[in-house]
């Protein structure tokens, strides 16, 4: 499965970003079937969890995050969101977006990866 990810941008603090990620490839393995999720990297730091969401829409966002992002999927589309609300500049990062056979909150679990793409939040 292929997975592209889009929405990164500068805003400022307190503001809001939707990221997209759009998955393609065979109809057995796109978002549909697996367990789809972002992470993020800050410069100098390691990929963390940020939020994922199971083919039935189950949805599991980390603490640092949670009330302020919401994911969501639309299997139809083959398309996961991230809604990013109240940033703060401790967001910023590279955001990924990536499908896994199973939920996991370890990036080495996770086989698909899109190509990241970075939110500045300005303070």
């Known amino acids: 499965v292929q997975l592209q990810a889009s929405g990164g941008g500068l805003v400022q603090a307190g503001g809001s970003l939707r990221l997209e990620c759009a998955a393609s490839?065979?109809?057995?393995?796109?978002?549909?079937?697996?367990?789809m999720a972002w992470f993020r990297q800050a410069l100098g730091k390691e990929r963390e969890f940020v939020a994922g969401?199971?083919?039935?829409?189950?949805?599991y966002v980390a603490a640092p995050v949670k009330g302020r992002f919401t994911i969501t999927r639309d299997n139809a589309k083959m398309v996961l969101y991230l809604q990013m609300n109240n940033l703060k500049a401790e967001d910023t990062a590279v955001y990924y977006c990536?499908?896994?056979?199973?939920?996991?909150?370890?990036?080495?679990?996770?086989?698909?990866w899109g190509q990241g793409t970075l939110v500045t939040v300005s303070s």
């Open positions: 969401s199971s083919r039935s829409g189950s949805q």
């Open positions: 990536a499908a896994a056979a199973v939920f996991s909150m370890n990036s080495a679990s996770y086989n698909h």
């Open positions: 490839g065979r109809t057995s393995t796109t978002s549909t079937t697996y367990y």
